[in-house]
């Protein structure tokens, strides 16, 4: 992995790099991703705006599974990986960092100037009124709501959501807004199925037309959310380069790709391109 490592290295040296992050970087903090190693798309269909919004019954099951899938999101913590962007970050190698996660983890772990590209799961969103609520306030109300809701969590997703028994999920009540007492809640992601926000989109492309190199983590590029990053800077001549396990639908636009757990291979490079902290004997 040495060679590897000095190898991004010479990229990363000069600065100037905007880092899009997935799944994948979340994976050693206990967050499954959907496609890599630990994917869970193949046992799970994750839910899409049209059902949440169209089907109470859906919804219903939503909510359960997320009530509980949040108390194991909620526990995680920023892994070495996290930690590496922000060291990188903070020596003035990284200018911003783009994520398609949900879970709030470069935040926790140090990073400024994150675009959450998909939302936090951290709050919640009511549709008919638009006013965002803490999701620790929804979940004290859910809990108030459905004493005694304690089932057997066999799997956690990306998005918070578990996978449950419909047995589990029958009797679950689901709460309104709490500000105008009617309005359908919804965490403050980007569902399947739903867009990005144009406004955000449109930062991104900046930031990536300013980059002078874009570093992709941990994502395998499936979704056009995030793959039109990487046409864009091949577009504007803006160098990619990719670390992930597995393979990528934006490896032919690639300088260099790399295939490595990003918990040993980001502390590795940032060790390599920042100097560590001399403590001073007095």
């Known amino acids: 992995m040495t060679q590897q490592v000095d190898a991004v290295a010479e990229l990363v040296a000069a600065g100037g790099v905007v880092v899009l992050s997935g799944a994948g970087l979340s994976t050693e903090s206990g967050i499954p991703d959907y496609r890599g190693p630990s994917g869970v798309a193949r046992r799970h269909t994750p839910m899409t705006y049209q059902t ?6 859906a919804r219903r099951r939503y909510w359960a599974r997320s009530h509980l899938g949040w108390r194991l999101i909620v526990r995680a913590a920023p892994n070495d990986g996290h930690r590496a962007v922000a ?10 960092v783009i994520t398609q996660n949900v879970d709030g983890l470069h935040t926790a772990a140090g990073s400024a100037r994150v675009v959450e ?11 008919d009124c638009g006013n965002l609520t803490s999701r ?3 979940d004290r109300r859910l809990r108030e709501a459905n004493p005694g809701f304690d089932a057997a969590v066999t799997a956690v997703n990306p998005d918070g959501d578990v996978d449950l028994p419909d047995a589990a999920v029958a009797a679950f009540r689901v709460v309104d807004c709490a500000f105008c007492r009617t309005g359908m809640l919804k965490p403050d992601v980007v569902f399947f199925g739903e867009t990005v926000p144009a ?3 449109a930062r991104c492309f900046d930031l990536v037309e300013r980059a002078r190199l874009l570093l992709v983590l941990g994502s395998s590029l499936t ?3 995030g793959r039109r990053f990487v046409l864009r800077a091949a577009k504007r001549g803006v160098p990619v380069v990719i670390v992930n396990q597995g393979p990528t639908r934006g490896d032919g636009y690639a300088a260099l ?5 990003l918990g040993r291979f980001l502390p ?10 001399v403590d001073v004997v007095s």
């Open 223 to 225: 979704v056009m959310s």
């Open 52 to 57: 949440f919004t169209g089907d109470a019954a």
């Open 136 to 138: 620790e306030e929804l």
């Open 87 to 96: 060291r990188l970050q903070h020596a003035g190698l990284v200018d911003a």
């Open 199 to 201: 406004s955000r989109v």
């Open 117 to 127: 590209l998909h939302g936090r799961l951290d709050e919640v969103v009511c549709l």
């Open 268 to 277: 590795a490079l940032t060790d390599r391109l920042v100097a560590a902290p």
């Open 257 to 261: 790709t790399v295939d490595a757990p």
